[in-house]
Every structure is written in structure tokens, then in C-alpha cells.
């Protein structure tokens, strides 16, 4: 080796054992040497971007140029020792490239899949539950919360007392404060109930309320955090011999939960009422008075509502009581179970997981209404299965064979203490109060029943008054006593009452449209599950069940009209006969009295004679 050193005339000193190596000569002959051992420059097996690269050509197909290596140590050269063979490297097909980007990608797109809360849903669409725009966010506000008084004063048997009041703060910027009679909340259950959505009592009963899906106020707090970043703000009282307590609730959207701004005990109670419930919001909303404002709402929902007392200040300052007109409180809905006609089969499937029965005909028995012993034999038997089978252990087609056989076998409806109608008579007190009209009527339908849901229509009439002849009716339209007072295109009781020939009652109608005169139709449609077509409960969904029996009331109250019209009309003909006699006999009694040269005495008398005989032959007529 040290021969060869000596004949190439450039070789280096030897450097000492703890001198550091330059790093060119590491680069280009320690490692270069090592790797050419490994990997020859003129193995024919090597890929040829592998001896592009052993040869320091860059590659060109990046838009770079070629630039070689920087050169290595010249030594001596020697004779290329003799290769040791090693396996060539596998080519990936792009086939196999493309699987492995598919797999990156998918990936990458996993790792951007997260879970939705069910309040990030409907922060960014809040239209669905009432808040596409600032006037009809005023008012969803407002009704959300006193559906929510109502519905809980009931429930404790306390006649309603509500006071609502708006306040402008600014332009655009309103108050919103609602104060009722009813048991109050207690405190740990504050926060869930106003900063979470979908949390409640009444979603998992078959019994009327207002309120179904536990998305209402807490939603409506969610809108003022998000419009003006305020928080919503409760205070409550549950006993009269004790203080209020008061909180500041947002709710974390991410996590659909609630967070505490603020938590006061023992702040002083200043509601006229022993006990009940505050609730304030500061949201951005538009107010404006007439149709699908808050002022009508307010006055409806004192018409569904005779028996509460509502107190209500305007933006403007303007207060109104409206009374009770019933010191009784409706009676209290029964919760049922679910009516074997109406069930579905994802929800059959659940219930005979859950179901505490042993057996199918037990378990039948226990978790329908309706369902007695002799009838889950039926429905055993028209299945094909055995009584004493357990719920839990039937196969998917078994289940199947169970659910066509429910609806197969005959079943009573539904009981219908569940449902509790206004009544005609609170009605007809109700129509008097809210609308001066000459003649008033109402009617409320037996029971009945759509996919096992019992449901009881009722409706009413005013004619007359002080109302517009000129002008289409007004509609007003309630479910569970509450107003509807948007998407009425969209609403089976509009369709119902334009599918109604009104032209039959001797009231004008333009086809397709309501009918034409002074006429107010209202319509409410209670049940322990109405079917809204949107999360914002604005219309009731088109089922023919519903629809007939909205036609059925129509028609009831219609028929009414029709009498009351038909005798309208008759004593406007007498009256314009009377006119007549009184108008023209005197002028036949002076003509008379001329011809026949009578005296004063005898004219009078003949006078008389004419007039009573002209009376008594049309009373006869």
C-alpha cells in the first residue's frame, strides 16, 4: 500500500490517530468507498436512477440541471475487484404507487373526521329552529320561553301568570324578559336545562305538551350568545320562604354543554309571586306591530290559553293584561305507551331489547297500550311465533314477521286522556274576547288516531263585526295551544281549509285560496306527538288522518255559518219588506181616502187592515 502511495507523487501525509477526517474526503471516500463495496458503479443491476446517481448525474425530469459530484481523491487505479451479486431492487409498480397515495390520502381524511355537537349543528343552522331573521327571532324568543312557563305552571297545578316584557336598547338590540308563577327550578338543574340542547322531560313521553324536543330556550340562549355574546340569564325561586338564586349560562358549543358565568345564592326575589322562574335575554332582533308579530302572538296564545293571566309590555311601552277567563285549569294529560299500529320496526327491534318481559306475549302486555291477553295471542299467533319465546332472542326476520303482524290484527284506539282540547266553550270565550264579531261557533272532533298517535281537531268561526269583508280570512292556526304563525303554505290545517268548497256556506272563495269576507278560522290540532315539519314546530305535517278530521270541523262550522247567514239574509228581506209596507200604505190609504171620499177615521182603519194583512201573509210565506 505504501508503494503505491509513493508512485502517485500526491498523496498526504498521514494524519495522526485523534486528527478529525475532512469531511470532503468522508463524503467522497470514506462513505463513496463504503457504498461502491456495497453497490457497484457498473452493476448491471442496479436501477438506473441508482447509477445516475452513483455516477453524480442529477436528475433532470425536476427541472434542475445536472450537476456532477463533486470529484473524489484520485488514487491509483486498480482493477475493479470482482463484484459480489447482489438481488436487484423490486421497481413498485405505479399501480402500487397509486394504492399507496389512495392510502395516504384516505389518510389525511381521517385524521379531519371529528365528532359534530348537536349545538355547533345548529349554530350554523339556526334557521332551523326559528332564527332566520331578526323579527321572527324576536318572537321565537318570546315564545319559547313562555311555552316553557306554561307547560311547567300546569304540570304543578298553578293557574299561569306570565309577564312579558321587550325592551329596545338599542337599535336592533333588544331585552327580552319573561317572569312567571310557576314551582321555579332548582339549582343544579339550571344550567342543563338552559345551556344544553336536547336535554328535557318531555321527549321520551307519549302525554300533550307545548314543548317536545328540549332544543326551545336553550336554543333561544344560544342565538343571544351568538348575536350579541350575552350570556342568558336565570333567576328562580322555589319556595316561598326562601331567596332566589341567580345564573349566567353559555353554552359550549363544541361540547353541548353548559358553562357558568355566574352563580349568585340568596339574591332577593322582587316578582309579584311566592315562587317561579326569570328568564332574560339580550339578542339582536327587529320588532314590528300587525301580522306574525309578537303583539298577535301574545294575543292568541291568551285565546289557546283562557285560563292563564298574561301581562305584556311592548318595545313601545305600551302594557295589556289579558285575564283569565276560566278560574279551572285544564285537566291533567295522562302519559300512554306507544299504540301497536303506530310503531316502527327499528323502534319494535329496541323495545324488545329493553323490555323487562320474559316472554313475547309479557312483553306485548306490558309495553303497548291497549294490548290484552287475548290480542297478544293474535298477533303471536298471525306471526308465527310462541308466547313463551324471549323478546331478546328473535332473529331479525322474526322481528319482521312480529312488526307486519301488529298492524294486521285489530286494536282499539289509543285512550284519549292523554289528549285535553281547549273545548268549544273556552272557545267561543275565547273568540268573543279576541274578536269583535256578530256570530261565533265551535266544534271539537271525537279521538283519532294517525300511525298510533291519538290527536283531537278542533276548530271555530267568527263572522261579522268589526272584521274586513273585503279582505281573505284570517287564520289562526294552534297546535298543543300554542300559535303558528309562520309557514302557513307549508301547513296541513291551510290546506285543509282551502280544500274546503266554503262557497257551499254562502262565503266567497277563489279557487285554491281561503275564503273572502269578515271571517276568522281557527284551527287546533292537539296531541300527545304532533307532527311538525321542520325543528321549529311552524306547520303540522300533511297526514290524511289529520286532514280529514281538520275538513270534518271545517265542515261542522261551516254548516253553522251557512244557518246563521241564511238567517241573516231573511230578516234582511223582511226588513226590506216592512220597509215597503211602511213606506207605501200610507200613500195607498191617502188614495183611497180620495176615491172613495173617506173620512180621517176610516182611513186610518183602512190603513190598518192593509198593514196587518200584508204582515200576516208573509209570516205565512
Not at 312 to 334: A, N, V
Request: with cysteine; glycine share 6%; proline share 8%.
Amino acid at each position: 500500500m505504501a508503494q503505491r502511495l509513493r508512485k502517485t507523487g500526491n498523496a498526504k501525509p498521514a494524519q495522526k490517530s485523534g486528527a478529525p477526517r475532512s469531511p470532503s474526503r468522508a463524503a467522497a471516500g470514506g462513505r463513496k468507498k463504503k457504498k461502491d463495496r456495497q453497490l457497484g458503479l457498473f452493476d448491471t443491476a442496479v436501477a438506473p436512477e441508482r447509477v445516475l446517481r452513483r455516477a453524480g448525474v442529477a436528475r433532470a425530469d425536476k427541472g434542475a440541471e445536472a450537476v456532477p459530484d463533486p470529484a473524489p481523491v484520485e488514487t491509483v487505479p486498480t482493477p475493479p475487484e470482482p463484484a459480489v451479486a447482489e438481488p436487484a431492487e423490486e421497481q413498485p409498480s405505479p399501480t402500487r404507487r397509486s394504492r399507496a397515495k389512495e392510502r395516504s390520502a384516505a389518510e389525511i381524511l381521517a385524521a379531519a373526521q371529528r365528532e359534530i355537537s348537536v349545538s355547533e349543528f345548529f349554530t350554523k343552522n339556526r334557521h332551523l329552529l326559528g332564527f332566520d331573521n331578526p323579527q321572527k327571532a324576536l318572537l321565537t324568543a318570546v315564545k319559547e320561553a313562555v311555552d316553557n312557563s306554561l307547560d311547567a305552571c300546569e304540570e304543578a297545578r298553578i293557574l299561569p301568570e306570565i309577564e312579558v316584557i321587550i325592551q329596545e336598547l338599542a337599535e336592533n338590540r333588544f331585552r327580552v324578559r319573561i317572569t312567571d308563577n310557576g314551582p321555579g327550578i332548582i339549582h343544579s338543574q339550571i344550567p342543563r336545562v338552559f345551556g344544553k340542547l336536547l336535554y328535557g322531560s318531555k321527549f321520551h313521553r307519549l302525554r300533550q305538551s307545548r314543548g317536545q324536543q328540549g332544543i326551545g330556550i336553550s336554543a333561544a340562549g344560544m342565538y343571544a350568545q351568538l348575536t350579541t355574546g350575552k350570556p342568558v340569564c336565570i333567576t328562580s325561586r322555589t319556595r316561598a320562604d326562601r331567596p332566589a338564586h341567580r345564573l349566567e349560562i353559555r353554552i359550549d358549543t363544541r361540547k353541548n354543554e353548559p358553562e357558568r358565568v355566574r352563580d349568585e345564592k340568596d339574591v332577593p326575589w322582587d316578582a309579584p309571586f311566592p315562587t317561579g322562574t326569570r328568564v332574560e335575554l339580550e339578542i339582536e332582533a327587529l320588532y314590528r306591530a300587525g301580522r306574525r308579530s309578537v303583539d298577535q302572538y301574545i294575543e292568541q296564545t291568551a285565546i289557546a290559553n283562557p285560563h292563564a293571566t298574561i301581562h305584556y309590555q311592548s318595545p313601545k311601552g305600551e302594557r295589556i293584561t289579558f285575564e283569565r277567563l276560566t278560574g279551572d285549569l285544564p285537566p291533567e294529560p295522562l302519559s300512554i305507551k306507544p299504540h301497536p299500529h303506530g310503531v316502527e320496526l327499528g323502534a319494535l327491534g329496541m323495545i324488545l331489547k329493553d323490555t323487562r318481559a320474559r316472554d313475547l306475549r309479557g312483553m306485548l302486555m306490558r309495553e303497548f297500550s291497549r294490548v290484552s291477553d287475548r290480542v297478544a295471542q293474535a298477533m303471536l299467533e298471525v306471526a308465527g311465533l310462541r308466547p313463551e319465546a324471549k323478546p331478546r332472542s328473535l332473529k331479525p326476520d322474526d322481528i319482521e314477521r312480529l312488526h307486519r303482524a301488529l298492524s294486521q290484527v285489530k286494536v282499539m284506539s289509543p285512550p284519549a286522556a292523554c289528549v285535553v282540547p281547549i273545548g268549544e266553550e273556552l272557545i267561543l270565550k275565547g273568540l268573543q274576547k279576541g274578536v269583535q264579531a256578530d256570530f261565533v261557533t265551535s266544534t271539537t272532533r271525537p279521538p283519532a288516531v294517525y300511525r298510533g298517535n291519538p290527536f283531537i281537531v278542533e276548530a271555530g268561526l267568527a263572522w261579522g263585526g268589526n272584521l274586513p269583508g273585503e279582505e281573505l280570512a284570517s287564520l289562526f292556526r294552534f297546535a298543543n295551544r300554542v300559535p303558528l304563525q309562520y309557514q302557513q303554505s307549508d301547513c296541513a290545517i291551510t290546506k285543509a281549509v282551502m280544500d274546503t268548497d266554503w262557497r257551499n256556506y254562502r262565503v266567497q272563495q277563489a279557487r285554491g285560496a281561503l275564503p273572502t269576507g269578515p271571517l276568522v278560522i281557527m284551527v287546533h290540532v292537539a296531541s300527545v306527538w304532533v307532527p311538525f315539519t321542520s325543528e321549529s314546530k311552524e306547520a303540522v305535517a300533511r297526514y290524511p288522518e289529520i286532514l280529514r278530521e281538520i275538513r270534518l270541523a271545517l265542515q261542522t262550522c261551516g254548516r253553522r255559518l251557512a244557518v246563521h247567514l241564511s238567517q241573516r239574509r231573511r230578516e234582511a228581506e223582511e226588513g226590506r219588506k216592512r220597509s215597503y209596507i211602511e213606506t207605501y200604505i200610507p200613500h195607498i190609504g191617502i188614495a183611497l181616502k180620495e176615491m172613495l171620499r173617506l173620512d180621517e177615521k176610516q182611513e186610518r182603519k183602512v190603513v190598518e187592515t192593509l198593514t196587518d194583512t200584508l204582515r200576516r201573509s208573509r209570516a205565512s210565506v
